[in-house]
């Protein structure tokens, strides 16, 4: 009586040049397919490692939500207090729950195996349930299974007429319980019925029992469309057609294989295949996934992935617009492997497009993220888009265009970006034309010139007859000019660095506490990169020799396991990290985790598709809670790298060389390094700082003017060391002699170094050597007074014999005065 259940016909979309059917017919009878998933009813186990739905409490019955608990054991544990009571010890000591002991069951009975259990205790059906209350109540210390096994089978009624229901029937009518009760809700389609005491005048006396309907088209119809029952656990596919079946059987096994597959609860599986019973879908690409629920579109974007790579050959993928990075065995981090080129109309550009990147994903070089292949998409749907409405045809015959085609391009580009003007193609997260910037103009002529530099030199170009000049007009986008952030200045420095403003971080944009404060310390202690701190592992801290240390990769110059000494503060703050993370994990698996998993775990673990906790928070995660924060301070635009830069400087004021700022920062030169010496305490300063000082004049002479962190200098120490031109110079022939005696009467040259400046840098602070100074400058006024030398020497240097000019004598020398 059941329905039969066709192929789609040939012609339909959802059969391709090869049968999909056969294919995964092939696949599922492999030895790798597990055969849990070969039935049509897939019976899950409570604690499977994926699709596990069953309570952690030991013998409990009920369902848990997440893996975890159930609803009532979870209300228990609640009260008990999570932060005090561990899960492990809560599930040791907690009561299981048995769902029910009577009422209407599913089994069948225990003595005749073809006729429906009424009592899932007893195991019995109504006629013998009957006969045993009469037993009992004659004997009543009677036992069970000795009667039972005293007792005949009695004939069934046969399977139930729904067509997705596996169970058995229990009347006559043809229908299980569970849909008995539903025939009887919707208002009895067909109107099928019973004699009245059926039982009594025709199934005793062994008379087949007539059965009574008005419509049994009607009835049939019903059948074939009512739902399956729901049970915990179990995923029925029956009633499917053989593709859509064998699509979810093989969409449950490659999801089974993902190392952190997201949660597909076996109820949302079975209403997957209630609605491909519902709506007669030959294939999951018969569904409409823009009117699917959320989880529903999840579920079905995730098969319909898998299959991609079955369906379709690089080839096949190439005339139908899209590129499966799992053909070349790549995936760009947690992005999808389906990467869509549809964007671009032309037909020869996007076979151009998809050609350039299949051989960058054959590369020994492929780039690790796909920043590259979204750029060079982006720049293609630009031409695309413009081609559309400029060129002849559109510009799908690449024979037809020309230089001017190319020249008007850039124009129209330029145009844009000079007037801020919206992309002809590329749109923002919510839907609205993004701004053509001047990154994004030059990103697009970069990649459209290294694109059709590719397409003449592999000879592309020529065989589908784009001119050359239309490529050589595509001019170069020139490069990107970064502008390197400054330190955090002292007002910035300390807001950041408040306790009120350190938890209101912790409060307000971290409610899940995934540790955003520690990351953030941790950050400004150690100067490391942001990436670095956020990717780090479980166990990165020790103590080696009485120290505290922090292990970390720093991926960016290739130096792994690398380590760097910490304050006592951040080991404290990140054990205590360490230890929310172990609990964390404890409290999902019931259980502490072993060495190996240990050695996996983040410290910082995000909380989407993590089972194992191996995977940290994401860098943008992290960077939007933290703008966001800084924003809310009114601080200006300022960025977590930035405590990095303040780090460099420190190092530098405390008197570390560029090579110890390299080593200790992780920098792959010195010259990264070098733009901290605009800001950081140099000897020069220390001069400035001696020089900027109130005049003899003003009204309180010595005053520094260049900070407040230097003692005031006397009157006779500002007069020693004024900046007026007329005390710390003397005229002479020709100019003025700026010759400045330094420490100990020794001399500097006309343009002192480093290593002279370095003497003079405490000059203000001797004022022994003042007066020593303001005597030598006085002798030397009285010598520059002389007219026989224009300048003399500083004390302590050779002096400088012009040449003879008189006539009859040669280039000699004279005598030093």
Known sequence: MSLHLALPPARHRSRAGRDRLELLTALIAAPGFDPLYRSDLIKIPPRHPVYGWGCQVPGCECVAPGRGLCAAHEREWKA????????????????????????????????????????????????????WRTHRLGAPGADLEQWAAAQEPIPGYGPCQVTACPFLAESPAGLCPSHQIRYRSTGKPGNVRLPSRWADIFELKGIPVPILIDDEVAFRRWCSAAAPVYQDGTVNLMGLQPLVKAEIQWGMHAHAQLRNPPRWAPGSLQGLAILCQASKAASLADLDQAALAGHARMVVLGITESLQCIYYSPEETREAGFIETDHFGRRFGESRSHYDLTVV???????????????????????????????????????????????????????????????RFVADQRHRERHGLPSRATCRSDGQPSTVSQSARRRTFNRLRTLGYWAMETGAADAIGLDRAFIAALPPGGKEAKRSRGPFSDEVARALAGEDNLRRLAEDYDPRDRGLRDIWEAIVFTGRRCGEVVQLRLDCTGRYHGLPMLWHDQTKVGNFNAAVRIPETLYRRLDERRATSIARFENRHGRPPTATEREAMALFPTHIRNPQMDKSISYSFFGGQFRAWVDNLDLGRHVAHQARHTMATNLLRAGASLAHVRRFLGHVSDRMAEHYIAVAHSDLEDVLSTVWVAGPGSPVPGRLLSGSGLAPLTREKAMALSVDLSRRSTPADGGFCTFQPVVNGSATPVEPGLRELRQVRDVRRRPALLAAQAGAVAGHRRACTRRRHRRLPAPGLRAHRPRDRRPGKGPGRSRAP
């Open 80 to 131: 008990l207090g999570r932060d005090r009571v561990r899960l492990a010890d809560f599930t040791a000591a907690a009561t299981p729950i048995r769902k029910w002991t009577s009422g209407l069951g599913t089994g069948s009975c225990r003595i005749c195996r073809e006729r429906v259990a009424s009592d899932k205790g007893m195991r019995l059906c109504m006629r013998h349930r009957s006969r």
């Open 345 to 407: 109309s032309q037909r020869w550009l996007r076979d151009l497009l998809w050609d350039h990147l299949a051989g960058m994903l054959r590369s020994p070089k492929c780039p690790r993220t796909r920043g590259s292949f979204d750029q060079f998409r982006q720049a293609a749907a630009e031409l695309s888009a413009f081609l559309e409405a400029d060129a002849p045809g559109g510009g799908h015959d690449p024979a037809v265009l020309r230089e001017e085609h190319a020249q």
